[in-house]
């Protein structure tokens, strides 16, 4: 090896390249939280630069940290969750954290049996979109620092994306193209989300005046979609909202094989925005979630979390985004 990475690297050569002091450098890896963010990101990136490979269980043994975060999902097989757990990483290696990945696969008493597994080798966790009740939730976390991600659970910090002028926007849209009888394609009992979705939809049908039927709950999953796809048609509806993208697919093809198309005998609204729907035939309309966002703000909770500061609840919007799974209301179809 030559040049800069021929020798060690210590902190005192990234002190002396950053124009600090050692101790300072020590801080921007052991006591993160406690260091200016330029500064800490400046020490990371020189840090990076030259090869500096810190020894985390010296520094555990210093600061009583494992520098490890734990990552709880509900489904990692869920085309949502994936560029979330790249997000959540991009922001923690920022911390210098490692992201321990945890997938509970839709059993609400899998996700307490996993954190109380991990919770002793973790400094935090991040719970997204859990399906277990807030006490249940609770009592696993005790003393844990800890956020949820699409979900608010009071005393907790929580970060949540607010699907609700979306998707007011989606049925505006679709009430425009002529569509006055509608169907609710619900998500699971226990998704927060899946409630959250449903009282915006409701709430913007009640205003609009217009029809709505409720179907379900069917599971969030290509499987779910296809099991709605009969109860759509029996529904008489002429367009649908779907819980989420996942759902929405399963949907069109479900249609598609009872020979109706989408969108020009349905139009078919989804959730999320997974790159699924955007290559699926027709591409979906659907609202779009700052999952960038969501992780990079979940970090930032976690890493106040762990200072003791005050719990509190951040709502990012989700947008619409109208491609070609909305059209007319069919030819023929009365408009009330």
Same mark, same amino acid.
């Given at each position: 090896m030559t040049g800069e990475r021929s020798k060690r690297v210590t902190i005192y050569s990234i002190a002396q390249e950053c124009g600090v002091s050692a101790s300072t450098v020590s801080r921007a890896f052991t006591r993160p939280d406690i260091v200016n963010d330029d500064v800490r990101e400046r020490i990371h990136a020189v840090a990076r630069r030259l090869g500096y490979q810190p020894n985390k269980a010296a520094?555990?043994? +210093?600061?009583?940290? +494992?520098?490890?975060?734990g990552l709880l999902v509900p489904d990692i097989t869920n085309p949502f969750f994936p560029p979330l757990v790249r997000?959540?990483?991009? !922001? !923690? &290696?920022?911390?210098? @954290? &490692?992201?321990?990945?945890?997938?509970a696969d839709e059993v609400a008493h899998e996700e307490t049996e996993l954190v109380e597994q991990v919770k002793a080798q973790v400094d935090g966790l991040i719970v997204a979109s %859990?399906?277990?009740p807030d006490a249940d939730l609770e009592a696993t976390?005790?003393?844990l620092p800890a956020v949820i991600v699409n979900r608010v659970v009071p005393g907790r910090p929580s970060?949540?994306?607010?699907?609700?002028?979306?998707?007011? +926007? +989606?049925?505006?849209?679709?009430?425009?193209?002529?569509?006055?009888?509608?169907?609710?394609?619900?998500? %699971?009992?226990?998704? @927060?989300?899946?409630?959250q979705r449903a009282e915006a939809i409701r709430g913007w049908a009640l205003a609009a005046g217009v029809e709505l039927v409720e179907l379900g709950d069917f599971a969030a999953s290509y499987e779910g979609g296809r099991e709605a796809a009969p109860a759509l048609l029996g529904s008489d509806a002429t367009a649908a909202? !779907?819980?989420?993208?996942?759902?929405?697919?399963?949907?069109?093809?479900?249609?598609a094989e009872a020979g109706r198309s989408v969108?020009?005998?349905?139009?078919?609204?989804?959730?999320?925005?997974?790159?699924? !729907?955007?290559?699926?035939?027709?591409?979906?309309?659907?609202?779009?979630? %700052?999952?960038?966002?969501?992780? &990079?703000?979940a970090i930032g909770l976690l890493r106040a979390a762990m200072r003791g500061d005050d719990a509190r609840e951040v709502r990012l919007d989700g947008t619409l985004s109208l491609r070609a799974s909305t059209g007319p209301v069919p030819a023929g179809v009365a408009s009330r």
């Open positions: 520094r555990g043994l +210093a600061t009583g940290r +494992a520098g490890m975060v997000a959540i990483q991009q !922001a !923690a &290696s920022v911390q210098d @954290w &490692s992201v321990l990945l945890l997938d %859990p399906r277990s976390l005790g003393d970060v949540v994306c607010d699907n609700s002028a979306a998707l007011t +926007a +989606a049925g505006q849209h679709l009430h425009q193209l002529g569509h006055r009888r509608f169907a609710l394609l619900r998500g %699971p009992e226990a998704s @927060w989300a899946a409630r909202f !779907a819980f989420d993208d996942l759902m929405a697919c399963g949907v069109l093809a479900g249609l969108p020009d005998d349905h139009s078919l609204v989804g959730c999320d925005d997974v790159l699924l !729907a955007q290559t699926v035939t027709p591409s979906l309309t659907t609202v779009t979630a %700052p999952v960038g966002e969501l992780g &990079s703000t």
